[in-house]
C-alpha cells in the first residue's frame, strides 16, 4: 500500500466511523431538534468520507471507495480510537465529539495547505463542516457542564473516562513524519499545544475538571483497536457482506 | 421536551435583498441553540443565507377577536391600494 493511499484512508476512516457512530443517534436522540442535528453531521462525516475514499481509489486504481468503505476487515481501518468509542448518554458523544471536532478543526486547517493539490481541497471543504461540529459540540458541552449537578457529574465522569483516547490523535508515525515531511501532511504532535489551548478554554466555560494526561492508549495507525470497533464494523458492512454489490 | 425548553419563531432569508420569511419553529433553551436547531431543521437544503430566531413570547400577535376593528375598516378604501399605478419592467421582487 502506498504511503499516500494509507494516509489518505486515515483521514477517511476517521470521517466514516465517527459518521457511523453519530447515525446510530437517528430516531434516538434526546429532543428531535438535536435528532435531526446529529444525524445531519453524520451525513457531513459520509461526505467527508466519501471525499476522501475517491481519492484513495484514485491513488488505488483498483478498488473502489465503497470497497474501502465496506470491505476492510477491522485491522485494516485505521480511524483514531476516539471515534469509534460507543455513543453513551448524550454526555458521551458530546464529550467525545468535542474533543475530537477541536483536533479535526485544527487537523483541516493545516491539511488544507498540503502540498497534495486534492488533500488541500478535501481539507478546506472539511474544515467549513468541522467549524460547525464543533460549536455544536462545544456549546452542548458548556450547557451540561455549567447545567445542572446531574448533568455536570455526568459530563465530569464522560470526560475523566475518554480522556486515555486523546494522546492517540498526537501520535507521528513514521508513516505520518514521512509524509509531514514530504509537505503533503499534517504534524499531530504540533497541534496539540493549540488543542491544549481551545480544550482548556471550552472546559473553563464548562466549569469541568481537565484530567491529568496520564496513560494514553494507542494502536489505531496499526490497526489494532478497542472492543467496540469490530461490532460497529459488523452493523455497517452488514449489508455489503450479505449482499455484494447491492445497489439502491 | 423538558419545561426549560422555549418554542422560538425562526425566519429564513433566501436570498440578500429579500425579506425573511417565516419558516417555522425550534424548541431551544437558549439563542445560540435556536439558532443552530433552526440552521439544522430549516436549511439543510440550500434554502437560506440568514436566519433570524425570535422567542415566539416575544411577539406581540393581534387578537382574532380584534380582526374585525383591525383589518376591516380597509374594505372599502380601494384608493389605498397601490393597483392604479402600472409596474415598470425593470422593478424585481415588488
Avoid at chain 1, 481541497?121 to 455544536?136: C, D, F, I, P, V
Avoid at chain 1, 492517540?168 to 514530504?182: A, G, H, K, P, Q
Avoid at chain 2, 433570524?52 to 413570547?57: D, E, F, G, H, L
Wanted: proline share 2%.
Amino acid at each position: 500500500m502506498s504511503n499516500l493511499l494509507n494516509y489518505t484512508l486515515r483521514i477517511a476512516d476517521n470521517a466514516l466511523i465517527l459518521g457511523q457512530r453519530m447515525s446510530q443517534w437517528c430516531s434516538n436522540g434526546p429532543t428531535l431538534e438535536e435528532d435531526i442535528a446529529m444525524v445531519n453531521i453524520s451525513l457531513d462525516l459520509f461526505g467527508q468520507a466519501n471525499g476522501f475514499y475517491e481519492y484513495a481509489s484514485s491513488i488505488d486504481g483498483n478498488k473502489s471507495a465503497d470497497d474501502f468503505a465496506f470491505l476492510r476487515s477491522e485491522r485494516e481501518y485505521f480511524n483514531s480510537l476516539i471515534v469509534e468509542q460507543k455513543n453513551g448518554h448524550f454526555g458521551d458523544t458530546i464529550v467525545r465529539n468535542s474533543l475530537f471536532d477541536v483536533y479535526a478543526v485544527l487537523f483541516y486547517i493545516k491539511l488544507g495547505k498540503s502540498k497534495d493539490e486534492t488533500l488541500a481541497a478535501l481539507g478546506s471543504k472539511s474544515l467549513k463542516e468541522a467549524k460547525y461540529h464543533l460549536r455544536h459540540s462545544s456549546n452542548w458541552l458548556i450547557r451540561l457542564g455549567d447545567g445542572t449537578e446531574e448533568s455536570k457529574e455526568k459530563v465530569q465522569t464522560s470526560l475523566n473516562d475518554i480522556w486515555m483516547f486523546t494522546g492517540n490523535l498526537f501520535e507521528m508515525d513514521e508513516l505520518d513524519s514521512e509524509m509531514f515531511s514530504s509537505g503533503i501532511g499534517v504534524n499531530n504532535t504540533a497541534l496539540k499545544p493549540e488543542w491544549d489551548k481551545e480544550v482548556n478554554k471550552i472546559l473553563g466555560k464548562a466549569k469541568l475538571t481537565r484530567p491529568e494526561d496520564s496513560y494514553m492508549q494507542t494502536g489505531s495507525k496499526k490497526g489494532v483497536h478497542t472492543e467496540h470497533l469490530g461490532h460497529l464494523l459488523s452493523e455497517m458492512q452488514y449489508l455489503q457482506r450479505t449482499h455484494p454489490d447491492a445497489k439502491w | 421536551m423538558s419545561e426549560n425548553t422555549d418554542v422560538w419563531e425562526v425566519f429564513i432569508q433566501s436570498k440578500n435583498g429579500l425579506p425573511h420569511k417565516h419558516a417555522g419553529s425550534v424548541h431551544a433553551t437558549d439563542k445560540e441553540m435556536a439558532l443552530q436547531n433552526a440552521r439544522d431543521l430549516y436549511t439543510r437544503r440550500k434554502e437560506g443565507s440568514s436566519i433570524w430566531v425570535v422567542k415566539a413570547t416575544n411577539i406581540v400577535a393581534s387578537q382574532a377577536e380584534d380582526s374585525d376593528s383591525f383589518f376591516d375598516p380597509s374594505d372599502d378604501k380601494m384608493y389605498r391600494h397601490p393597483t392604479f399605478y402600472t409596474m415598470p419592467d425593470g422593478a424585481k421582487n415588488i
